[in-house]
């Protein structure tokens, strides 16, 4: 490299030209901003020279802004990876000012193959309530004749509510543009929401969609939703619809609660929601779905999710983790669950039972039931007891084999270090070595903390065993969220 140049007077004072730093195999390179622009088109003239499959493979592993720059830089990029621009949506968030919720929908709309494109919506926490009339620099104009004939189109609404909804979409209320942008998305597989407190448009679209004769979601396969807040919940008839659209596997929630039938409680739990305007649910009759997994994060249960079970024709697994008195006042409801998966004991394939870390509750060792007749069982993850039940003296009551089905391949227990622990290292020995249980493969224990030398001991003795019966087994600490996390992700599917 040549000697650096010696600066001026004039050029020491001068202002100074913005620069970038290049990542090179040997060392960083500070460049100007003029030179990282011709890095930029250089760049771009190298990928214009590659064949769409490999720009198809680039455009794979860039995310949603880094693509969208990349189909700016040229005629080609544009048109070989506008569909993989558009395959893949999120929309903005709560804060954001530049009302994407509406430019995306006149781009659909006015270009209807973009819709087409489009497989996964991606929706973070929207504004339901606030006027956003003079906010943001980058309004888009709006489009009265469109808006308008979008929402004439809508079957089902009254006049009184086409009305106030134009209101609504006027002040750029974004759960009033929602339910005109999401039903123009034919091919969508995958749609994600996370509910804001208030949301009563889209609830209501939904709701529509599914008591109506057309088919606004044919394709939908997979639904999740999650509420806004680090507290309390959303209410789980904000998903009943789902169950009625004929192409929905998978439904997954973070932080939902199910209503109680029992209005008279005194400890009855009220939503921070406002459900004044919109329909407290679709009914939903026994076998009327085609969804195969429910997945229930940090959600509480008051009936046991039944209603939701019973509309599945073949739910083939059920994960529930239990969310404490953050989501609702509901305790943990083993009982109730087990009698609501009892309806799908012949398809059932994986159950994932966790009762809410941290917080101990008078229901938690109450006995679920008998998987015996689970006949398509593989996997089950359940406290110990939950499982076997436990008597006044915490030791168990019910013995694993009588009541684990012969089908199953895969546990994951917890047990706390208690009266029960040389028991049950006993009972698991015993099931891996039983012939009835040709499947069992591996054995997942989960403790909180060993704290007895002994305890450790037998833990090391139930591995050897395990060996022996040629069935893996891996105890493992429940300390930290993290690791329990990571093992949830290894075994549910």
Same mark, same amino acid.
């Given at each position: 490299?040549?000697?650096?140049?010696?600066?001026?007077?004039?050029?020491?004072?001068?202002?100074?030209?913005?620069?970038?730093?290049?990542?090179?195999?040997?060392?960083?390179?500070?460049?100007?901003?003029?030179?990282?622009?011709?890095?930029?088109?250089?760049?771009?003239?190298?990928?214009?020279?590659?064949?769409?499959?490999?720009?198809?493979?680039?455009?794979?592993?860039?995310?949603?802004?880094?693509?969208?720059?990349?189909?700016?830089?040229?005629?080609?990029?544009?048109?070989?990876?506008?569909?993989?621009?558009?395959?893949?949506?999120?929309?903005?968030?709560?804060?954001?000012?530049?009302?994407?919720?509406?430019?995306?929908?006149?781009?659909?709309?006015?270009?209807?193959?973009?819709?087409?494109?489009?497989?996964?919506?991606?929706?973070?926490?929207?504004?339901?309530?606030?006027?956003?009339?003079?906010?943001?620099?980058?309004?888009?104009?709006?489009?009265?004749?469109?808006?308008?004939?979008?929402?004439?189109?809508?079957?089902?609404?009254?006049?009184?509510?086409?009305?106030?909804?134009?209101?609504?979409?006027?002040?750029?209320?974004?759960?009033?543009?929602?339910?005109?942008?999401?039903?123009?998305?034919? /091919?969508?597989? &995958?749609?994600?929401?996370?509910? %804001?407190?208030? $949301?009563?448009?889209?609830?209501?679209? *939904? +709701? #529509?969609?599914?008591?109506?004769?057309?088919?606004?979601?044919?394709?939908?396969?997979?639904?999740?939703?999650?509420?806004?807040?680090?507290?309390?919940?959303?209410?789980?008839?904000?998903?009943?619809?789902?169950?009625?659209?004929?192409?929905?596997?998978?439904?997954?929630?973070?932080?939902?609660?199910?209503?109680?039938?029992?209005?008279?409680?005194?400890?009855?739990?009220?939503?921070?929601?406002?459900?004044? /305007?919109?329909? &407290?649910?679709?009914?939903?009759? %026994?076998?009327? $779905?085609?969804?195969?997994?429910?997945? *229930? +994060? #940090?959600?509480?249960?008051?009936?046991?999710?039944?209603?939701?079970?019973?509309?599945?024709?073949?739910?083939?697994?059920?994960?529930?983790?239990?969310?404490?008195?953050?989501?609702?006042?509901?305790?943990?409801?083993?009982?109730?669950?087990?009698?609501?998966?009892?309806?799908?004991?012949?398809?059932?394939?994986?159950?994932?039972?966790?009762?809410?870390?941290?917080?101990?509750?008078?229901?938690?060792?109450?006995?679920?039931?008998?998987?015996?007749?689970?006949?398509?069982?593989?996997?089950?993850?359940?406290?110990?007891?939950?499982?076997?039940?436990?008597?006044?003296?915490?030791?168990?009551?019910?013995?694993?084999?009588?009541?684990?089905?012969?089908?199953?391949?895969?546990?994951?227990?917890?047990?706390?270090?208690?009266?029960?622990?040389?028991?049950?290292?006993?009972?698991?020995?015993?099931?891996?070595?039983?012939?009835?249980?040709?499947?069992?493969?591996?054995?997942?224990?989960?403790?909180?903390?060993?704290?007895?030398?002994?305890?450790?001991?037998?833990?090391?003795?139930?591995?050897?065993?395990?060996?022996?019966?040629?069935?893996?087994?891996?105890?493992?600490?429940?300390?930290?969220?993290?690791?329990?996390?990571?093992?949830?992700?290894?075994?549910?599917?």
């Amino acid at each position: 490299m040549g000697r650096r140049k010696r600066l001026t007077p004039a050029a020491a004072y001068a202002k100074p030209t913005p620069s970038w730093t290049l990542r090179t195999r040997y060392e960083n390179i500070r460049i100007s901003s003029a030179e990282y622009f011709y890095f930029q088109v250089a760049s771009a003239v190298m990928l214009n020279d590659l064949p769409p499959e490999i720009l198809h493979l680039i455009a794979r592993d860039l995310g949603s802004k880094a693509l969208y720059r990349l189909v700016s830089t040229s005629r080609r990029l544009h048109t070989v990876l506008q569909q993989s621009l558009y395959t893949n949506v999120t929309l903005c968030g709560i804060w954001s000012e530049d009302h994407t919720i509406n430019i995306f929908l006149y781009a659909v709309t006015r270009t209807p193959r973009l819709a087409s494109y489009v497989r996964s919506l991606k929706v973070n926490c929207w504004e339901p309530e606030k006027d956003n009339n003079g906010i943001s620099a980058q309004r888009v104009e709006f489009d009265d004749k469109l808006v308008h004939q979008l929402v004439a189109e809508r079957t089902g609404y009254s006049e009184e509510e086409k009305l106030k909804w134009l209101k609504d979409l006027e002040r750029h209320n974004s759960d009033a543009w929602l339910p005109l942008l999401i039903p123009q998305l034919k /091919e969508l597989r &995958k749609l994600d929401l996370t509910w %804001p407190f208030g $949301s009563h448009y889209v609830v209501d679209m *939904l +709701q #529509k969609a599914a008591t109506g004769t057309e088919p606004i979601f044919p394709r939908l396969e997979e639904a999740y939703a999650a509420w806004h807040d680090s507290e309390n919940a959303f209410p789980s008839h904000y998903m009943d619809a789902f169950f009625k659209f004929p192409s929905m596997r998978k439904l997954g929630c973070y932080m939902l609660a199910e209503n109680e039938n029992d209005d008279d409680d005194e400890f009855e739990f009220e939503f921070e929601s406002d459900d004044s /305007e919109s329909p &407290k649910g679709v009914i939903l009759s %026994p076998q009327c $779905s085609n969804i195969t997994d429910i997945d *229930l +994060q #940090k959600s509480n249960a008051a009936e046991g999710m039944r209603e939701w079970v019973q509309a599945c024709k073949e739910l083939k697994s059920f994960r529930l983790v239990h969310g404490g008195g953050v989501v609702s006042w509901t305790d943990f409801q083993p009982r109730k669950i087990y009698e609501s998966l009892a309806i799908q004991k012949s398809t059932l394939e994986s159950i994932w039972v966790e009762a809410y870390d941290g917080a101990y509750m008078d229901t938690d060792d109450e006995w679920m039931g008998s998987f015996v007749d689970f006949t398509a069982l593989r996997l089950i993850c359940v406290s110990l007891p939950n499982l076997v039940g436990f008597d006044e003296s915490k030791l168990p009551l019910r013995k694993l084999r009588d009541v684990l089905p012969s089908s199953l391949e895969t546990l994951f227990l917890s047990l706390d270090e208690d009266e029960s622990f040389e028991v049950a290292m006993d009972q698991l020995a015993e099931l891996a070595a039983l012939e009835s249980f040709p499947k069992l493969a591996a054995i997942y224990l989960e403790y909180y903390e060993l704290r007895k030398p002994e305890n450790a001991a037998r833990l090391e003795w139930l591995e050897q065993r395990c060996q022996e019966a040629s069935v893996f087994c891996f105890p493992h600490s429940s300390k930290g969220c993290i690791q329990q996390k990571q093992m949830m992700r290894v075994i549910w599917p």
